[in-house]
């Protein structure tokens, strides 16, 4: 994903995480970038494809904290673990994992 693209879709997290994906306009996107709305259109097709890229970093997120969990011992340990790379995602990406909840 290019350097834009990843710009576009962390606004796009901050602002559907804010107003909801229904609430938020592509122009709203497109000013918190400082473009044209047109402009955007050279890296998106739609806004379903911004929220498509919210909700699938922020699966991507998730998988990778719960890979860091140990196969192995105590399942009481397991499960802490679990649930504190669970809340180390949302610490880190609100946006995006608020995005992803909903």
């Not at 990843?6 to 000013?31: D, N, P, V, W």
């Not at 494809?49 to 699966?59: F, M, N, P």
């Amino acid at each position: 994903m290019s350097a834009r693209r990843t710009e576009l879709t962390r606004q796009a997290a901050r602002l559907f995480a804010e107003k909801g994906y229904h609430g938020t306009s592509i122009g709203e996107i497109a000013e918190a970038l400082g473009v044209q709305k047109g402009s955007l259109y050279a890296h998106i097709e739609s806004k379903a494809d911004l929220l498509w890229d919210v909700a699938r970093d922020g699966a991507a997120a998730f998988h990778a904290a719960l890979d860091t969990v140990p196969d192995d011992g105590p399942v009481i340990g397991r499960i802490r673990a679990m649930l504190r790379a669970h809340l180390r995602v949302v610490a880190e990406q609100l946006d995006v994992a608020t995005v992803f909840v909903r």
